[in-house]
């Protein structure tokens, strides 16, 4: 099984901040490395899929890049709406699209 | 609109079953897989459990296979979790999700919360 180890598990920012998030594969996943934010009672949203590409309706303060094994997630100019915890994912094994631990991201 | 509600969640004693359902609807339900996704109280995401939308597979994290059991009702636009053999670790909010092709969940419900206790 492939395992996603993100780091650091949480953090502390302000608003207007830059930070970045990072994600590590237990094994090559190539470009296949979801990121989903998720805030307190409600389901994840997809924010990136296939490392950078943009869902619909995020805004062009996340960035995602990577490859391979190691991917990071930044968001530029924290705005209040962003602190809540995100999680990468991986989809490149069949179907079987497993999280890494998460990221809390909280007001400084 | 897409819409997927999940319901079946209560509390359930150790070793006891229970099924959860999730009705999807503004989507064209039989072109895609679907997933379950849980999180324990207070924990992280964890992957469950997939229906393959052309209906030639199945998927189960280690976690849960050999207990539970995901099918489909493409007639009925329905995905189903027969959990079976309970555990107190298996306690958490359920989500069913819709997957976008085979890359992401694109959609998600509101989630039905199990609770395993004595």
């Known amino acids: 099984d492939i395992q996603l180890t993100q780091s650091p598990s949480s953090l502390s920012a302000s608003v207007g901040d830059r930070v970045t998030i990072t994600c590590r594969a237990s094994?090559?996943?190539?470009?296949?490395l979801n990121w989903y934010q998720q805030k307190p009672g409600k389901a994840p949203k997809v924010l990136l899929y296939?490392?950078?590409s943009l869902q619909n309706g995020v805004p062009s303060r996340f960035r995602g890049s990577g490859s391979g094994t190691d991917f990071t997630l930044t968001i530029s100019n924290l705005q209040p709406e962003d602190f809540a915890t995100y999680y990468c994912q991986q989809s490149y094994s069949s179907l079987m699209y497993t999280f890494g631990q998460g990221t809390r991201l909280e007001i400084k | 609109e897409v819409h997927l509600v999940e319901s079946g969640g209560g509390l359930v004693q150790p070793g006891g079953s229970l099924r959860l359902s999730c009705a999807a609807s503004g989507f064209t339900f039989s072109s895609y897989a679907m997933g379950w996704v849980r999180q324990a109280p207070g924990k992280g995401l964890e992957w469950v459990s997939a229906?393959?939308?052309?209906?030639?597979?199945?998927y189960y994290a280690d976690s849960v296979k050999g207990r539970f059991t995901i099918s489909r009702d493409n007639s009925k636009n329905t995905v189903s979790l027969q959990m079976n053999g309970l555990r107190a670790e298996d306690t958490a909010v359920y989500y069913c999700?819709?997957?976008?092709?085979?890359?992401?969940?694109?959609?998600w419900g509101q989630g039905t919360l199990v609770t395993v206790s004595s």
């Open positions: 296939g490392t950078s």
């Open positions: 999700a819709k997957y976008n092709g085979d890359y992401y969940f694109d959609y």
């Open positions: 229906f393959a939308g052309s209906d030639v597979g199945t």
């Open positions: 094994q090559s996943i190539n470009s296949y």
